[in-house]
């Protein structure tokens, strides 16, 4: 294997002697590799899952596309801090952005960011502001991206009634016994599904302001340095056409939930307000001009990320876990059971999460 990772490495321009490789396992879909060599920088390595990304071309081609439009905008700062601040991508020794191994799998590597550090779980406000201002400037940056220019990976990606028709088709063929363990859950869909839904009716009928997305903020994507500042939001795969809802609901999600997406403690699972609240104030410190609607919308979308994701994983969980890695046969339902329960905490804390974003909006 490490033989197979040094030979894909060195298929692209790196001028460096690799020394060893470390996989880093935080994410649920590609496989991604931390090359270290011998000279910094080090690199990190990725092969694109190529069932759930078929286009996988297409998604280096999009993840390119977006760390250009961002190191323009911070051309003001040295390449050295621009390499810290965005995913700077290597080319392959053919100067295209990828290889493309024998089995057909797309590979991609971009340089390592070095002395920086991620969380699973949010360890102080602090963290939770930080994490605010990085997604905040993303979308900020990112505004005036011509979405044209991309390819869309995962069509209505973040529309609940596209989870929902998929969960549907998945309990026509889930296994009896499967259905039965997911009632209490299957039942919580149903009740809410109505209402998770205003967020795709408004965006069809184009009340909402469309633009680029980073589309999977969660907190494992932004990297921190050792003093607390967020400094760079990776994991670009998912970049596409969207509303702000989508990354300010899915950072929340987990920035504010007191236990790791797999924990299935119901007692344990609770909503951090501290941390919503200075999200918040750092993410509304970097977007701008938000229309009436797009405020409308934000406590909805609280509700509604974790909600997606909780539908996502309890519809793995009945198709037999073919979308995302798991370790044991039950991770995708206590990853449900996770999500939708955090959905349960927020509903209890709604009126509180109302009333601070009216009063931090009303200018
Ligand atoms: C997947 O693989 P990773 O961790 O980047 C998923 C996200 C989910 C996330 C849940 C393409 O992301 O949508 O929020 O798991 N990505 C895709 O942790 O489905
Ligand atoms: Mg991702």
Redesign the pocket.
């Known amino acids: 294997m490490h033989n197979d990772l040094e030979s894909v490495f060195n298929k692209f321009q790196v001028h460096a002697t690799f020394s060893s490789v470390e996989e880093l396992i935080?994410?649920?879909?590609?496989d991604t590799y931390l090359i270290k060599t011998a000279q910094k920088p080090h690199y990190v390595l990725q092969k694109i899952n190529g069932v759930?990304?078929p286009d996988a071309l297409e998604l280096i081609q999009n993840k390119v596309l977006v760390s250009n439009h961002l190191q323009h905008k911070y051309k003001h700062l040295s390449l050295q801090e621009i390499q810290r601040k965005v995913l700077c991508f290597v080319k392959a020794k053919d100067n295209t952005f990828f290889y493309k191994d024998t089995d057909d799998n797309y590979w991609n590597v971009t340089i390592f960011i070095d002395d920086s550090i991620t969380y699973e779980k949010t360890p102080n406000s602090q963290i939770a502001f930080e994490a605010g201002k990085i997604t905040g400037e993303f979308l900020q940056l990112t505004k005036d991206f011509d979405t044209k220019n991309l390819t869309t990976i995962?069509p209505d990606?973040h529309s609940v009634t596209n989870r929902y028709h998929q969960f549907k088709n998945a309990i026509n063929t889930a296994d009896e016994s499967k259905i039965e363990s997911a009632q209490e859950f299957i039942k919580f869909v149903e009740e809410h599904i109505k209402e998770m839904q205003q967020i795709d009716a408004a965006i069809f009928a184009n009340k909402i302001p469309q633009q680029l997305t980073h589309?999977?903020t969660?907190i494992?994507?932004i990297l921190y340095t050792k003093t607390n500042e967020a400094l760079c939001l990776i994991?670009t795969?998912?970049v596409m056409q969207g509303v702000i809802h989508f990354d300010y609901g899915?950072a929340l999600r987990t920035i504010c939930n007191t236990t790791d997406?797999d924990c299935n403690v119901e007692s344990e699972i609770d909503f951090n307000l501290d941390y919503f609240k200075s999200y918040s104030k750092g993410f509304f410190g970097e977007i701008k001009d938000l229309t009436k609607v797009e405020i409308k919308f934000l406590p909805l979308s609280i509700k509604m990320m974790p909600f997606i994701?909780g539908l996502?994983f309890l519809t793995d969980y009945l198709n037999n876990n073919i979308?995302?890695k798991t370790n044991y046969e039950k991770h995708n339902f206590d990853r449900a059971i996770n999500q939708l329960t955090l959905v349960t905490k927020i509903i209890q804390k709604y009126s509180e999460i109302n009333t601070f974003l009216l009063s931090e909006l009303k200018n």
């Open positions: 935080s994410g649920h879909i590609n759930v990304f995962l990606f589309s999977d969660k494992s994507n994991d795969d998912t899915d997406e994701m996502r979308y995302y």
